[in-house]
């Protein structure tokens, strides 16, 4: 089925693949703005939700950051969010109402502020308010947009000191190495020899666990995201070695025929006891849960590794709506809620 490109084409009217395929330009994004240098701030927050949040844990990861970054996806704010905090505000829309009340927040406490946004109200409050704008191109879904807040938030924190030095420049680099990386997922590669075409159809028809080490924990989160909204597929993530201490035991009971795939993404950079634990888990749980999908990120970089599995699961979870007899693009169920939520 999944050669069929006329199928593709009929279900995928948006291009979706299309936009997979251009991701890497999105990572040489130049925004242009000068955030001026926030004297005396001493931690980052950014709040965010789903595909405009998703970047910040990559920052965790890749490269790292010199002062304290924390993730927020909620209303309220942590109690030490004050005048030496920068706080982030990221939103696709613009109008994700989690985000607006946190920087609300933000802005009551004396925060330095930046926003991330294509638009909607976070843009007209910047506007507004004069709070340094990086405005991300429209025209996409939130999670096949994340690259760009990902440039973004380099173009932020690298001038400020608080990520290493040439962190922007590597960035850059790797897009174009991750360019080609897609040449064996394109639609016109056949099943026999598209890995991408192959996952999907062993995912076809279950729920998806996904694992990772703590370094890939992004890019399996990423994919958690894409399986969900791109197929309409529910999908669940967790990394090792938390795995070992609980949901480890969860696969030990019955039944033993388990509705699920099970993905792994392991890294050659990961911890050596992380590794192990992946190696000693599949062995005592034989038997116990479904054979885990081994998918063994390619790069010899951290950097490389998490744009390309990212990458490589956002064809995954793609090929996975087309065999869902789905059109991956649209989030219907997500406008009704919020609709209702408005009533």
């Given at each position: 089925?999944?050669?069929?490109?006329?199928?593709?084409?009929?279900?995928?009217?948006?291009?979706?693949?299309?936009?997979?395929?251009?991701?890497?330009?999105?990572?040489?994004?130049?925004?242009?703005?000068?955030?001026p240098?926030?004297?005396?701030?001493?931690?980052?927050?950014?709040?965010?939700?789903?595909?405009s949040?998703?970047?910040?844990?990559?920052?965790?990861?890749?490269?790292?950051?010199?002062?304290?970054?924390?993730?927020?996806?909620?209303?309220?704010?942590?109690?030490?969010?004050?005048?030496?905090?920068?706080f982030?505000?990221?939103?696709?829309?613009?109008?994700?109402?989690?985000?607006?009340?946190?920087?609300?927040?933000?802005?009551?406490?004396?925060?330095?502020?930046?926003?991330?946004?294509?638009?909607?109200?976070?843009?007209?409050?910047?506007?507004?308010?004069?709070h340094?704008?990086?405005?991300?191109?429209?025209?996409?879904?939130?999670?096949?947009s994340?690259?760009?807040?990902?440039?973004?938030?380099?173009?932020?924190?690298?001038?400020?000191?608080?990520?290493?030095?040439?962190?922007?420049?590597?960035?850059?680099?790797?897009?174009?190495?991750?360019?080609?990386?897609?040449?064996?997922?394109?639609?016109?590669?056949?099943?026999a020899?598209?890995?991408?075409?192959?996952?999907?159809?062993?995912?076809?028809?279950?729920?998806?666990v996904?694992?990772?080490g703590?370094?890939?924990?992004?890019?399996?989160?990423?994919?958690?995201?894409?399986?969900?909204?791109?197929?309409?597929?529910?999908?669940?993530?967790?990394?090792?070695?938390?795995?070992?201490?609980?949901?480890?035991?969860?696969?030990?009971?019955?039944?033993?025929?388990?509705?699920?795939?099970?993905v792994?993404?392991?890294?050659?950079?990961?911890?050596?006891?992380?590794?192990?634990?992946?190696?000693v888990?599949?062995?005592?749980?034989?038997?116990?849960?479904?054979?885990?999908?081994?998918?063994?990120?390619?790069g010899?970089?951290?950097?490389?590794?998490?744009?390309?599995?990212?990458?490589?699961?956002?064809?995954?979870?793609?090929?996975?709506?087309?065999?869902?007899?789905?059109?991956?693009?649209?989030?219907?169920?997500?406008?009704?809620?919020?609709?209702?939520?408005?009533?």
């Amino acid at each position: 089925m999944l050669d069929d490109l006329k199928m593709i084409h009929e279900r995928d009217p948006q291009d979706a693949l299309g936009v997979a395929e251009k991701q890497w330009q999105q990572l040489k994004h130049e925004f242009n703005v000068q955030l001026p240098k926030p004297e005396g701030v001493n931690n980052v927050v950014v709040g965010g939700m789903g595909g405009s949040a998703w970047p910040v844990l990559y920052l965790k990861s890749w490269p790292g950051t010199l002062v304290p970054l924390e993730l927020i996806s909620n209303y309220n704010l942590p109690s030490y969010v004050n005048e030496h905090t920068l706080f982030i505000s990221s939103s696709y829309s613009g109008n994700t109402e989690e985000t607006l009340s946190a920087l609300a927040e933000a802005e009551a406490r004396g925060a330095k502020i930046a926003v991330m946004t294509a638009g909607g109200q976070l843009a007209e409050l910047a506007r507004q308010k004069n709070h340094p704008l990086f405005l991300i191109p429209s025209g996409f879904q939130p999670r096949m947009s994340s690259f760009y807040f990902l440039a973004a938030l380099i173009q932020i924190m690298e001038p400020q000191g608080f990520v290493p030095a040439g962190s922007l420049k590597e960035l850059q680099q790797t897009a174009e190495w991750l360019k080609d990386q897609p040449a064996t997922w394109k639609p016109q590669v056949p099943a026999a020899k598209n890995p991408a075409k192959q996952l999907a159809q062993e995912m076809m028809g279950k729920s998806v666990v996904i694992y990772s080490g703590p370094k890939l924990f992004p890019a399996a989160n990423k994919f958690k995201i894409c399986l969900n909204e791109n197929a309409k597929n529910v999908a669940w993530v967790n990394y090792y070695p938390e795995f070992n201490h609980n949901e480890f035991i969860g696969w030990s009971s019955h039944p033993q025929q388990k509705p699920y795939a099970v993905v792994e993404f392991r890294s050659s950079l990961e911890h050596e006891r992380v590794q192990k634990r992946f190696v000693v888990s599949e062995r005592l749980l034989s038997g116990k849960r479904p054979a885990p999908e081994v998918i063994v990120p390619q790069g010899d970089t951290l950097l490389k590794q998490l744009l390309w599995t990212s990458n490589f699961g956002d064809f995954a979870s793609l090929y996975l709506a087309l065999l869902n007899g789905l059109n991956p693009t649209p989030v219907d169920l997500v406008e009704k809620l919020k609709a209702e939520l408005n009533k």
